[in-house]
């Protein structure tokens, strides 16, 4: 295999792509041929799928953080061994992404740098906090579930190592999805102090899942071809109400009651009232819902969330104190014999 | 042909005069059948390097069914598992790691009603674990 290593990383809507090749590339997309890592492609297909599998490896690696911390807490032996089986998946997804992100042509260690000093980003919905079991459950019900039905769309897409992965990563989200419906089915089958914990984690986790499918469709920044050159195949409007259509009413079946929040910048519920929107409209059959605060969305995007700096920080913590590891393994002169 | 043949010296006994040679290198074959999809081995051909090795797969193992794609790999740069020793799949109950391992449905029965239930897992994935 031949990658180049060198390319420049930046999008560049200003680039006159060769016809000769650009034309035989859309067309071999259209008939939805995969697009392999030693083929011909745009300059803004490399850097668009690039970002996209770096920000998805991000996400993964940063994602394992808030349910890690409940290992040691986990209510029953066979729920430990579920997270920290779910926890180890997600690492391996982020494992695995970054090696697809590598034959794009960026370093994998530049990447982990990236993603410390703050130049590239993870998964917005991984600011906030997880301060009950009942979290935990809410992120593998809610969370995956909205993962998933992302993931379901990018394994429609182009690049071929990338849509090979992600059809992977969806076999092994399948259980961290059902593992989720087993939990929220567990606890609001349970007492009344477990359906309040299970309340008020839903209440923290629905605003976010519906901000996870990013902005509304017409803010998008810039029309660009990624639809058409399938790196994405959905519109975020459209997952998000594909997301509502599928988990309000099973929510509301439950028992669970979908209120429109305020936070404070722990990312705790200080004020609530019930979505009066929330219903189903019987001709379209789609389900109507409040928009989340998208001021607060731009500002945790913008770091300024509940926990972007300890979970950067953590990530800090980890890679700086790792390096004797890597040392130990890679090699090195400096390093003392072995014993 | 078989008249000349008939005059030729042809000795039947006796040390060989050339010397033996040794094999060349042994190469795994691996082909993809369709774009996109996997590669998968297809076997073993032997060769003084990896061109050669490539020419010698595309004739052994890419003529036979549409074949999109070939790589060789020397034998000595794959290592493997042991069958005898190394345990990949342990055979205890890890259920608690695959979808499988979670009977949801008639859980959610209790709480919906049958066309919700089936209208709901319509979104689940189809493959998994």
Redesign the interface.
């Known amino acids: 295999m031949s990658v180049s290593a060198s390319v420049d990383l930046k999008l560049d809507w200003d680039i006159q792509e060769d016809p000769v090749k650009l034309v035989p590339f859309e067309e071999r997309i259209t008939k939805g041929e995969l697009v392999e890592p030693d083929d011909w492609m745009p300059h803004n297909y490399r850097v668009g799928m690039l970002r996209m599998a770096e920000h998805h490896a991000n996400s993964e690696i940063v994602g394992a953080l808030p349910e890690g911390e409940w290992i040691t807490r986990a209510p029953t032996l066979r729920r430990k061994l579920a997270l920290i089986a779910k926890v180890q998946d997600e690492v391996g997804h982020g494992q695995m992404l970054y090696r697809v992100s590598q034959d794009l042509g960026k370093p994998r260690d530049q990447m982990l740098r990236d993603l410390i000093t703050g130049k590239t980003k993870y998964h917005n919905v991984f600011n906030y906090p997880a301060p009950t079991w009942a979290d935990v459950v809410m992120i593998q019900w809610l969370v995956d579930g909205a993962a998933i039905m992302n993931q379901a769309t990018l394994a429609d897409g182009s690049y071929g190592p990338y849509v090979r992965t992600m059809k992977r990563i969806n076999m092994e989200e399948a259980f961290h999805f059902k593992s989720g419906e087993d939990m929220v089915l567990t606890m609001m089958s349970g007492t009344p102090k477990q359906k309040q914990m299970a309340q008020e984690a839903f209440d923290r986790w629905w605003a976010p899942c519906l901000m996870f499918f990013g902005p509304l469709d017409k803010e998008s920044v810039k029309t660009s071809p990624f639809m058409r050159w399938r790196i994405k195949t959905a519109t975020n409007d459209d997952l998000r109400q594909r997301f509502v259509d599928r988990f309000a009413p099973a929510a509301l079946d439950l028992g669970l009651k979908i209120h429109i929040t305020v936070k404070d910048q722990d990312g705790m519920v200080t004020e609530k009232r019930e979505d009066t929107e929330i219903r189903r409209n019987e001709k379209t059959g789609y389900w109507h819902f409040s928009q989340p605060d998208w001021n607060e969305f731009h500002r945790v995007v913008k770091g300024n969330g509940p926990l972007n700096k300890k979970r950067v920080a953590l990530r800090r913590f980890s890679y700086e104190q790792g390096q004797w590891v890597r040392r130990a393994i890679v090699g090195g002169s400096d390093l003392p014999p072995l014993c | 042909m078989s008249r000349l043949r008939d005059h030729l010296p042809l000795p039947a006994e006796g040390a060989l005069i050339s010397p033996p040679e040794g094999d060349a290198t042994p190469f795994e074959v691996f082909i993809q059948l369709l ?2 999809k ?1 590669h998968v081995h297809a076997g073993t051909v032997d060769a003084v390097d990896s061109e050669m090795a490539l020419q010698f797969a595309r004739e052994h193992y890419g003529q036979d069914q549409a074949c999109v794609h070939i790589w060789v790999v020397p034998r000595s740069a794959m290592l493997g598992t042991d069958y005898e020793h190394d345990v990949i799949w342990r055979s205890t109950d ?1 259920s ?7 009977q ?1 449905h008639n ?2 029965r ?3 009603s049958k066309e ?1 239930v089936k209208e ?1 897992e319509k ?3 189809k ?3």
């Open positions: 774009r996109g996997p890890r608690y790691k695959l979808a499988r391992g979670y949801v859980r959610w209790q709480f919906r919700d709901y979104e689940d994935l493959e998994h674990y």
